[in-house]
């Protein structure tokens, strides 16, 4: 049985979006999309689908579905569309029919030079559409607004289960720290979480091939790298690890660090406490900058700042990226204005985003010190979805 509850939640709220921007009609057009899937199709199709499909939603209200023979019933068991039309031969009839009814100005279109989770629509259906619509005064313009606006603004029920996510992640990180000691190597933890992941009956937020990623000591590489057998657990060491779950349907991506501390020392050297506490000071400002109206640049610069007036290089990444049916959910990003991110830094924060918060810097002789928290904005600022990492997880050899 398909759970369509999100979806009737995102397609009332896209209509109102429509509303503010002043966009006549939004149409995520999709084929295939087990292998060809359009980053937007889950915030309003409970499933998958195989010929041609056109989800129309018009700032008026209308919501209408154009789908193959063999596809359209769950779309109608929804119980959200307006309409539900379905075809045998070919698409482009009924959907320039129902384009004409509408008679759009607009049309937004799921494309975006900075966005990849506004940029699902491939270019052999661009083409299409532009055959379907030869002679037509619609002008196709891009979604990303939409989308952004759409994917970034969390409905109460989307946060709630970002928040069962955490709360499960937290499980896991509490059962890593009763089980580390000297001896293991990276891949001993990876497995040890993977096997806790499948006894809580979820899979990890990003490629499984490094979920977690497992930083050991200070030689270990630092990146999306999969976990390695070279690298043990020994007394003076840092661990690292960045992880998360998918739990229905939503995601998680903390990371902690823990300290082995070697017998008969009582103190955490000195190095290892300042870089813990400047990485926590770092997400702290972040934390204080990210409001409701800012654009995302501006909460990376008070983090980026704060890192490097304590002594370390900047990190080479966003301070924070959106979190919720994936781990980079797309919209704002609290990034760096380069040109790799596009326009994304410029977005502006919005009550119910849901963000990470995160960065690191390495300690020579020592590891990696690196957090990430998940965080909720508040018409008043920010709210943890868990509780953060507020010291060392020390752990006595």
Known sequence: ???????????????????????????????????????????????????HTAFIITQSG????????YDAENFRRMGVWDEVISYDQSIQPDLVRVMDQINPRQIAINYSESDTAADGLSHGMFLSLKR???????????????????????TPAEVSRLRDAVSLTAQIIDKITAILRPGLSEEDIYRFVHAEYKKAGVVPSWDKAYCPT??????????????????????GDLVRIDQGVVLNDYISDIQRVWYLQPQGESLIPDKV???FDSVRAAILAAEKALRPGVEGWTVDEAARRTITAAGYPEYQHAVGHGIGRTVHDGATLLGPRWERYGRTPY?????????????????????LVSLEEDVLVTDHGVEYLGAPQTHLIVVKC
């Open 1 to 51: 049985m398909l759970d369509s509850t999100i979806q009737s939640e995102k397609i009332h709220q896209a209509i109102a979006i429509l509303q503010e921007k002043e966009i006549d009609c939004w149409m995520t057009f999709v084929r295939e999309t087990e292998h060809n899937a359009d980053p937007a199709l889950p915030l309003i199709s409970p499933a998958n689908v195989t010929w």
């Open 62 to 69: 209308k919501k209408i579905v154009i789908a193959g023979r």
């Open 132 to 154: 379907y619509f030869e002679g037509k005064p619609w002008q196709l313009v891009s979604a990303e607004g939409i989308l952004n606006a759409l994917r970034g603004r969390k």
């Open 214 to 235: 497992v930083t050991v000591g200070p030689d270990s590489p630092v990146g999306h790298v999969s976990a390695s057998a070279q690298y043990v657990t020994k007394p």
């Open 273 to 275: 406490q300042h870089a």
């Open 347 to 367: 977005g502006i924060v919005e009550v119910g985003n849901c963000f990470t918060l995160e960065l690191g810097v390495h300690v020579a002789g020592y590891g």
